[in-house]
Antibody
Framework: EVQLVESGGGLVLPGGSLRLACAAS????????MHWVRQAPGKGLLWVAR????????DYADSVKGRFIISRDNAKNTLYLQMNSLRAEDTALFYC??????????WGQGTLVTVSS | QSALTQPPSASGSPGQSVTISCTGT?????????VSWYQQRPGKAPKLMIY???KRPSGVPDRFSAFKSGNTASLTVSGLQAEDEADYYC??????????FGTGTKVTVL
């Protein structure tokens, strides 16, 4: 059974930093491209970033470029999202998801990030 | 990259069909066949329903179908069931290594 379990969310001050993690099991993680997608409370889905299976390619939404860094540790089957210079508008539930066929076929349950003073 | 445009809501009675549109541009839907659709029930993670415009993952009922014409993609749910009540989102590759989601449509089964 495929499982993606996010962690690391919490309350952070504007301008602060947070690192999210996504632990993967039940899939061949080192072969999979992975994504982060976020959803503000009561709002729609927003694509955040993706990373190639070997971490040589990283892509970002314009809204997070220069502030967020996606990375992975294939030895630990774990995906990361380092978030810096956080803003109130970054408040959201952050999901990790696997890419397959140009879509996201497996999703975690999300970790909530709240940016507030 | 602007979000793809979806109607905020759609509804139908059990057994009927409902179609949701997803309008993009020539830079996203119009240029790529990487269009996907997701179902999201309240408090749950999104679930992939359609990929590559019109393909269904294993386990998704054939009541769900989709197609694309020009810059617009559409999802049809036939034979509506109570369990189909959810939010639905489209997604497209948008070039320059970007992806974009739709604004979302709330489907209500009357």
């Amino acid at each position: 059974e495929v499982q993606l379990v996010e962690s690391g969310g919490g309350l952070v001050l504007p301008g602060g930093s947070l690192r999210l993690a996504c632990a993967a099991s039940g899939l061949n993680f080192s072969r999979d491209w992975m994504h982060w997608v976020r959803q503000a409370p009561g709002k729609g889905l927003l694509w955040v970033a993706r990373i190639s299976n070997d971490a040589t390619i990283t892509d970002y939404a314009d809204s997070v470029k220069g502030r967020f860094i996606i990375s992975r540790d294939n030895a630990k089957n774990t995906l990361y999202l380092q978030m810096n210079s956080l803003r109130a508008e970054d408040t959201a539930l952050f999901y990790c998801a696997r890419e397959n066929w140009g879509a996201n076929d497996y999703w975690g349950q999300g970790t909530l990030v709240t940016v507030s003073s | 990259q602007s979000a793809l445009t979806q109607p905020p809501s759609a509804s139908g009675s059990p057994g009927q069909s409902v179609t949701i549109s997803c309008t993009g541009t020539s830079s996203d839907i119009g240029s790529y066949n990487y269009v996907s659709w997701y179902q999201q029930r309240p408090g749950k993670a999104p679930k992939l329903m359609i990929y590559e415009v019109n393909k269904r993952p294993s386990g998704v009922p054939d009541r769900f179908s989709a197609f694309k014409s020009g810059n617009t993609a559409s999802l049809t749910v036939s034979g509506l069931q109570a369990e189909d009540e959810a939010d639905y989102y489209c997604n497209s590759y948008a070039g320059r290594s970007n992806f974009v989601f739709g604004t979302g449509t709330k489907v209500t089964v009357l």
